[in-house]
């Protein structure tokens, strides 16, 4: 009965429940935008940890996020490839260079990561076909998403980075994170040749491939043994909620884009309780005229918020289909993973019915100024 | 409301706004919500811009404390923060050029340098200025240190406005810098900004000892900072200097200096685009909720409306009766949301850290924001008041 009358009410006035669909719909749009961006910086953050093939990440104790990791010995990670769990143990190294054949004269700085290329710690088969590129003296592979002004990342290009002139072998689909605005991937042998500072004893960060049916949380426990009180040991999960607290907590990430999504989701409480008490307004003769013929307040009430929800659900699915195609814009503008997941649409979902509960409450008031003794005022 | 039958008197009497105000409080309930509407996507428009200009700020604020009319950076520097220095001799040269008062040197790291936090022993990348310090060309906000002592070998001031796990503030007596200990001398009060936790400035001496050069002698310079001679222009001086240093090393002026740098930014960074977006979302959403208003608004005083037709009233006074409404809206929504977002400013800039100011400009962009999402819906929606049909009221 609730429903056929909240039907009834919104299909009575098409052009107003298209218009109210219309403007909840943006305002569904609007949380997932803030939302996308909430998580867009610590997603940001984990780009190349979720493009990578491992169970465990080996760090120094003085690891701070992706880029700023510290350093420990190699012969820790020689160590770790003895752990009767693991497959494989393939080390990272992190350097920053200045890349001297940008555009117009410019040298941006470029990120380095020095690997063995015959480490499979990528996802992309793509990358792992050229990898073998990275034996060649002197060559590297260049992520698609480093910026226009390091020129153009055609194969065969030779680059001064540093004071060592390097060719291009070819570039590779994995995006920038935050890493720098360019990447490039090289051998750990040239690596050395590019910062003669840094030695390939002192490793950045290892990452661990379990063998088969090895319970992670449980070869993370061993290896801590093992490797002792100076190394770190992050199962994904933990590493996920370690980078995530950084760039939530530690930087003013969080805090901007956390309020701008409260503030998205009061303003789609503003809208659709905007939306709702025209509805309810317009149609307070009507709900005075029940209450005189003896449905009670309650009646009504479930009727409103009938209204409200079938408003809020009508309008979800073109606002998802709408942030979509919204996020693909914003991976294009600002390079980062913004990508619509499981969770963020039952998060938003969640939302979304908050905001209609909210509204519908908030709209109530002027559902009790129903009064049966107006109709003949 | 009562008027008279003669339009032309009446609109005299009734007067530029009353109509249009009367209308707005005459359901104060009504008021509240479109207010309330209005004022919180307002609100989200004016948090985005705020967002948006604290960034830029936070990446200008040193370039624009910086005391100089002329500077020099390397050439293939591509952007204030990040190390790129150039030969100390080029300075030199630029020095002897007549009509330079001075020319000095400033010193950077950025992603060199570690400070540890002497109370827990953590190690965190901090920022790292130098110069003489007879030749303070930084001038340091809220400086609280005898500049005397910075000559003196590992001693170092620090930024009290720094990020609390850096362990700056209270000014401890003694710390770490990449494995020297240094004395602290006193603070200043910088603040970090997106990129930076936090600063430490020592004098030259020490920082050629914490980032020797690698070809020996003087530390390379990260930024030449020129004076000139009252009364000299700044152009013709700027291409006297150009034309003896080398090709490898930029002249600009400070305009040129910071251009460079909102270049940068509004260019490569993510910030610009997430933060225009943002806004520009809020817009869309505000400009909606006004419609949503002003369309009910309007319905619901159709009668109304049509009656003063009947009566004689042009459909040009109605329509602007209407606008006049919405430039009222407008108003109520923004001032609240102002006030409010004054206070979220300082909450959210002194938790985070970071120069959030509501300042005239951004009222004004915002007022107008808000205006033209508030008369853009009216136009819309005064459809309804154009076909008002006198006939209908009965």
């Excluded at chain 1, 940890?49 to 420990?72: C, I, K, N």
């Excluded at chain 1, 909620?241 to 998205?264: K, Q």
């Excluded at chain 2, 400033?106 to 790292?128: I, S």
Aim: glycine share 8%; net charge neutral; charged share 20%.
């Amino acid at each position: 009965m609730n429903f056929a009358l909240a039907w009834r009410i919104l299909t009575h006035d098409k052009g107003r429940t298209a218009l109210a669909v219309a403007g909840v719909f943006l305002a569904i749009v609007l949380v997932f935008v803030q939302l996308g961006f909430f998580i867009a910086v610590p997603r940001g953050g984990m780009l190349l940890y979720d493009r990578t093939r491992f169970d465990l990440l080996v760090a120094s104790t003085a690891y701070e996020y992706q880029v700023q990791p510290g350093a420990f010995p190699l012969s820790q990670l020689d160590r770790a490839k003895t752990a009767p769990e693991v497959a494989l143990a393939a080390p990272l190294y992190f350097g920053s260079a200045k890349w001297r054949s940008g555009e117009d004269g410019k040298a941006p700085d470029v990120f380095v990561i020095g690997l063995d290329p015959q480490d499979p710690i990528f996802d992309s088969e793509d990358i792992h076909r050229q990898l073998s590129l990275l034996n060649r003296p002197d060559t590297i592979l260049v992520d698609s998403a480093t910026r226009p002004m390091f020129g153009p990342l055609t194969a065969g290009r030779v680059v001064e980075i540093e004071s060592d002139k390097l060719m291009i072998g070819g570039d590779y689909v994995l995006g920038t994170g935050f890493m720098g605005l360019g990447v490039i991937l090289i051998s750990a042998k040239n690596f050395v040749r590019l910062f003669p500072f840094r030695n390939l004893d002192q490793v950045n960060l290892g990452l661990i491939q379990l063998k088969p049916r090895v319970d992670p949380d449980r070869a993370a426990a061993s290896l801590r043994n093992l490797l002792g009180g100076d190394i770190r040991v992050f199962t994904r999960p933990e590493l996920e909620a370690h980078e995530t607290a950084y760039w939530t907590t530690r930087t003013s990430v969080g805090l901007l884009f956390g309020s701008g999504l409260i503030i998205s989701f009061i303003v789609g409480v503003m809208v659709v309780y905007q939306i709702l008490a025209t509805l309810v307004g317009r149609q307070l003769p009507q709900f005075a005229t029940l209450k005189a013929v003896g449905y009670g307040d309650r009646f009504l009430v479930g009727t409103v918020i009938t209204m409200a929800l079938l408003i809020v659900l009508t309008s979800f699915f073109p606002a998802l289909a709408a942030a979509v195609g919204v996020y693909a814009v914003i991976r294009d503008e600002t390079l980062l993973p913004v990508e619509m997941s499981g969770a963020r649409i039952a998060a938003v979902f969640a939302a979304t019915l908050a905001m209609a509960a909210a509204s519908a409450l908030l709209s109530m008031s002027s559902l009790r100024r129903a009064d049966p003794a107006d109709l003949f005022g | 409301m009562i008027a008279t039958p003669h339009p032309g008197r009446a609109r005299r009497s009734v007067g530029f706004v009353p109509l249009a105000w009367r209308n707005l409080l005459a359901n104060k309930p009504r008021l509240l919500r479109s207010s309330g509407g209005i004022g919180f996507a307002v609100l989200l428009m004016l948090m985005q811009l705020g967002f948006e200009r604290a960034f830029f700020n936070a990446s200008l604020e040193v370039i624009r404390l910086l005391d100089g009319d002329i500077f020099l950076q390397r050439a293939s520097k591509y952007r204030f923060a990040t190390r790129d220095p150039f030969a100390a001799r080029d300075l030199e040269t630029a020095r002897a050029v007549a009509g330079v008062a001075s020319a000095w040197p400033l010193y950077a790291a950025w992603h060199e340098l570690f400070w540890r936090n002497p109370t827990d022993g953590k190690d965190f990348l901090v920022r790292v200025f130098a110069f003489d310090p007879d030749h303070p060309i930084l001038p340091l906000p809220e400086l609280d240190a005898n500049l005397k002592e910075l000559s003196d070998l590992d001693t170092a001031i620090v930024d009290r406005g720094a990020r609390r796990f850096l362990g700056m503030d209270p000014q401890p007596s003694a710390a770490e810098l990449s494995g020297s200990k240094v004395k602290i001398i006193g603070s200043f009060a910088l603040g970090p900004d997106f990129e930076n936790d936090g600063t430490v400035v020592v004098g030259d001496r020490t920082f050629a000892k914490l980032l020797p050069n690698p070809r020996g002698g003087a530390p390379d310079v990260e930024l030449g900072v020129i004076k000139l001679t009252p009364g000299s222009d700044s152009l013709t001086m700027q291409r006297a200097i150009a034309a003896v240093v080398p090709t490898g090393v930029a002249v600009l002026t400070k305009a040129q200096l910071l251009e460079l740098e909102r270049k940068f930014q509004a260019d490569v960074s993510s910030a610009g685009p997430i933060f225009v977006m943002g806004t520009l979302v809020g817009f869309i959403v505000g400009m909606l909720i006004a419609y949503q208003i002003i369309y009910t608004d309007v319905s619901e005083q159709q009668p109304q409306y049509a009656t003063m037709k009947a009566m004689g009233y042009r459909t040009r006074y109605l329509v602007q009766v209407v606008l006049e409404q919405a430039t009222l809206s407008a108003f109520a929504g923004w001032v609240p949301a102002v006030l409010v977002s004054i206070l979220l400013f300082r909450i959210i800039g002194g938790v985070a850290l970071l120069p959030l100011h509501m300042t005239v400009e951004l009222a004004l962009v915002s007022l107008l924001l808000t205006l033209s999402m508030c008369l853009i819906s009216a136009v819309l929606a005064v459809r309804r008041v154009v076909s008002a049909d006198p006939a209908e009221v009965f």
